[in-house]
C-alpha cells in the first residue's frame, strides 16, 4: 500500500474575478473548491492511475470534515489524525488582472496528537511506500519529517519531496527518491540550473548524501532522471500551453511511483511522471486519466544521457 502524509491539508477556495478592486465589493466570475495539500494531491492523482493509497495527515473542525469526506467520495482511502484545536485551513486563491492568495494556518498540533500519527506509520509493513510531501506547519518541530521516517521499518520505501533543509535532513535515511524541480536544486547549491549537465552535477551531489534516485523537473522542458545505478535518463514533454503550475510537481512524484510500482522500470516511470505534470499544467486543478493518457500519447520516449549538458534545459 502506498501511504501519502499531508501535514497541514486545506482547501483551496479558487475565485475568479473580473477586475478585482481593493475596499470594494467584488462579484466572482467563477468559484471552485479542491482538496488541497501535496500529498493529499499526490493521492488523487495516484487514483486516476488506478492505484490505490491511503491519505495520511491532520484534519480539524467542520473544514477537515469536508475534506476527508470529500476525498472519500473520490474514493480516495484515508486515515487523518482528528486535531482537537482549530480548522483545517482555507486557502483562498483569487484570479484577477493579477493573482493573490491567502493561506490559512491550520489547526493546532499538539505532541499527542502528532504521536498519533506516528503509531499510524510505525505499523506499516515491507513493501509498503510512503511519501513525504510539503512543508510542516509552524506548530510541529522542524524534526517532524525525520520523526516519521524512524517510525517506519526499513524495507519501506520512502519517497520526499521537500525544500531545503527539510530535504537536506532525510537524506541521511536514504530516501528511495527525490523530487526538487530545477530551481530548489539549484538554490541548494547556491547556483542556477540552467542545462542538464548542471541539474545532473547537483542531483549526483544529493546522491552522495544518501538521496537512491533523484528526479529534477525542468519547468516546460520535461525532466531529468539520475537513478541510483548511475544511469540518466532525459524525457522533453509534451508541447501544450501550461495554465497551472499548483500541483504540478505532485502530479510528476504520483505518476512516478504508480509506473515504477507497476512495471519496476525507470524509464516507464519517468515518461509517465513527466507526462502526469504537464497534464495538470496543461489544465485548471489536477490532471484527470483521460487528460493523462492524452498527454502520454503524444509524448516521446527517454533516450540516456551522454554527452550531459549538449542539450539545453
Do not use: W
Not at 480539524?60 to 467520495?73: C, D, P, V
Amino acid at each position: 500500500m502506498i501511504y501519502t502524509v499531508t501535514l497541514n491539508p486545506a482547501l483551496d477556495y479558487v475565485i475568479r474575478a473580473d477586475h478585482f478592486k481593493a475596499g470594494q465589493i467584488n462579484r466572482t466570475a467563477s468559484e471552485h473548491i479542491y482538496f488541497g495539500g501535496k500529498g493529499v494531491n499526490v493521492s488523487y492523482v495516484l487514483k486516476q492511475l488506478d492505484t490505490e493509497s491511503t491519505a495520511l495527515g491532520f484534519i480539524a473542525g467542520f473544514t477537515g470534515k469536508a475534506l476527508k469526506e470529500g476525498l472519500e467520495k473520490e474514493g480516495i482511502r484515508t486515515c487523518f489524525t482528528d486535531v482537537k484545536t482549530g480548522m483545517t485551513r482555507i486557502n483562498v486563491k483569487l484570479k484577477s488582472d493579477e493573482e493573490t492568495e491567502i493561506n490559512g494556518r491550520g489547526p493546532l498540533i499538539t505532541e499527542e496528537e502528532f504521536n498519533d500519527l506516528l503509531e499510524k506509520t510505525g505499523r506499516l509493513k515491507a513493501g509498503d511506500v510512503l511519501i513525504l510531501s510539503g512543508s510542516i506547519p509552524s506548530c510541529m518541530k522542524s524534526d517532524a519529517y525525520e520523526r516519521i521516517i524512524e517510525s517506519v521499518k526499513e524495507d519501506v520505501m520512502i519517497i520526499a519531496d521537500a525544500e531545503k533543509d527539510l530535504l537536506m535532513k532525510i537524506l541521511k535515511y536514504r530516501p528511495f527518491l527525490i523530487k526538487p524541480n530545477h530551481k530548489e536544486l539549484g538554490d541548494l547549491f547556491g547556483t542556477e540550473i540552467t542545462c542538464d549537465e548542471e541539474a545532473v552535477a547537483c542531483a549526483e551531489k544529493l546522491q552522495k548524501l544518501g538521496a537512491g534516485n533523484v528526479l529534477v523537473s525542468m519547468a516546460a522542458e520535461g525532466a531529468v532522471l539520475i537513478s541510483e545505478d548511475g544511469t540518466v535518463l532525459r524525457q522533453y514533454s509534451a508541447k501544450g500551453d501550461a495554465v497551472n503550475s499548483v500541483g504540478a510537481g505532485d502530479s510528476m512524484v504520483a505518476g512516478f511511483t504508480a509506473g515504477f510500482l507497476k512495471t519496476n522500470d525507470f524509464a516507464y516511470a519517468l515518461k509517465l511522471s513527466a507526462a502526469c505534470g504537464a497534464a495538470t499544467a496543461f489544465h485548471s486543478g489536477l490532471a484527470v486519466r483521460s487528460q493523462i493518457l492524452e498527454v502520454l500519447e503524444k509524448m516521446s520516449d527517454p533516450f540516456p544521457v551522454i554527452n550531459k549538458g549538449k542539450r539545453s534545459a
